[in-house]
């Protein structure tokens, strides 16, 4: 059998009731936060620094020593500095033989050197087993202790044991830790906070380009043309007419722009006859980012709902309605009530709260804390059956609502249709192209293929 090092032997040893010391190098302000934090949860912590002057900043129950006694010891060591100074640990290579060094470090930017920075600690330690850890949490929230938002703690290392325990005590700390695997996953775990939302990026550039085109869509017909054909200043329509066509438009188009990668990546399944050929790149990103794409959608659909709530009391809309009535009464006619218009009405706005109420389950199941507790046959039903509908009853909806107007040519000004029929272009592909798919003809050879099944085995690379 292989012989255990002691230094390894006594954590594995570690009990409830006894916690083995750990080594902080850095008495900085995440050194100090995560010793405090440590010793909250019953580690002895010992600190190594230049200087062994205590202060008031260093937790009172922690000691502080020179690098090689604090080294001596503890057998796992926090490297809580920056990279530019790991040279000073070269002259401590033989003490830090066998130890568990904890990188936790993050760079100023993305790649900002060609290797990690725990694979850099590696090199100028070569005896030592390298973890790299804790650099996704922040100083002031091991502080004040509001980690909700950063309680994910990604781990990576070649040491499986080393890792482990660097696991264990990221889980005393009340985190979740991630293993990532080995140490070449560091530098995209150095990456990782300097990231700015990288999943959001493309569904945010994607909204504000189609809200964009839709705002300039939305005012040359509906405020420039009546201003210079009509002579109608319709200008106030900037403030919620117009945001409230812009709204449902980018939530229907933006929805189906979720199930639309899905359609596409059947159909080049079909084509290929194999599910274990990689999609294109811009698919698989497309795929990837379909969540987020999902809630700016219904972020738009609420702005549209909130609009909506406000039309009986804007000012435009009461005067419309009182001069219909003085018109009435002038002309001593009543106008009798057309049933095919309630109806239209009626439909267009069941269907509308139909497909909120679906859209906003949908936003609820893709919420972490309820998607974990359902199997994922429950979540597949949810976001794609379901999904589904929600698409079908919005795209009814805006049919409903605009379909009087598509033959209408008055509808058509400079000759541009009303942005809802541009709205039904995108949804209604992928209708019709998902209805196709579910046809037993082509959804029989799809579900073998994704069973594994293979038109030509050459492929299977």
Not at 74 to 102: E, T
Not at 202 to 225: A, E, Q
Not at 357 to 366: H, K, R
Not at 422 to 448: A, G, H, N, R
Request: charged residues 15%; positive net charge.
């Amino acid at each position: 059998m292989n012989k255990i090092p002691s230094n390894i032997m006594a954590l594995a040893s570690n009990t409830s009731n006894k916690r083995e010391t750990v080594c902080i190098f850095g008495t900085g302000d995440f050194g100090r936060a995560l010793g405090h934090k440590l010793i909250q949860s019953g580690y002895p912590v010992v600190f190594g620094s230049r200087s062994t002057q205590t202060s008031g900043l260093i937790p009172k129950d922690a000691e502080v020593l020179n690098h090689a006694e604090a080294a001596q010891k503890a057998a796992i060591i926090i490297i809580a500095i920056q990279r530019q100074h790991y040279n000073f640990l070269a002259p401590l290579a033989d003490i830090l033989h066998g130890k568990i060094l904890v990188d936790i470090s993050n760079n100023l930017k993305i790649n900002q050197y060609p290797e990690s920075n725990a694979e850099y600690l590696a090199q100028i330690v070569p005896g030592a087993k390298i973890v790299k850890a804790f650099n996704t949490v922040s100083a002031w929230a091991l502080q004040s202790g509001t980690l909700d938002a950063s309680r994910q703690v990604f781990v990576c290392g070649n040491d499986m044991g080393a890792k482990q325990m660097v696991m264990d005590i990221v889980r005393a700390l009340s985190l979740t830790p991630l293993d990532q695997g080995s140490l070449l996953a560091a530098q995209e775990i150095e990456n990782y906070p300097l990231q700015l939302f990288p999943m959001w990026k493309f569904p945010i550039l994607l909204s504000l380009g189609l809200t964009i085109f839709f705002f300039f869509y939305c005012l040359i017909r509906d405020v420039i043309y009546p201003y210079v054909y009509e002579n109608k200043n319709f200008s106030f329509f900037l403030a919620i007419s117009i945001p409230n066509r812009i709204c449902p438009i980018l939530a229907l188009i933006l929805l189906a722009l979720v199930y639309l990668p899905g359609v596409l990546s059947a159909i080049i399944q079909l084509y290929r006859g194999t599910k274990y050929r990689r999609f294109p790149d811009w698919l698989d990103k497309w795929m990837l980012c379909r969540k987020q794409l999902g809630l700016v959608a219904l972020a738009f659909a609420s702005l549209h709902v909130l609009y909506t709530l406000v039309i009986p009391i804007r000012s435009f809309v009461r005067w419309r309605i009182s001069t219909y009535i003085v018109s009435q009464a002038l002309n001593n006619k009543t106008e009798p009530l057309d049933t095919t218009n309630a109806w239209l009405s009626d439909s267009y706005l069941a269907l509308g709260i139909l497909g909120f109420f679906f859209f906003v389950l949908l936003g609820i199941t893709s919420l972490p804390s309820v998607s974990n507790n359902v199997n994922w046959r429950e979540f597949r039903f949810v976001q794609s059956k379901l999904g589904y509908l929600t698409l079908l009853l919005c795209t009814a909806h805006t049919l409903v609502y605009g379909g009087k107007w598509f033959l209408s040519p008055t509808s058509y000004r400079w000759y541009l249709p009303s942005a809802y029929m541009l709205s039904l272009i995108v949804p209604c592909i992928v209708l019709v192209v998902k209805f196709v798919l579910i046809l037993p003809c082509l959804d029989k050879p799809l579900t073998q293929i994704r069973q594994g099944w293979e038109r030509n085995p050459r492929y299977s690379e």
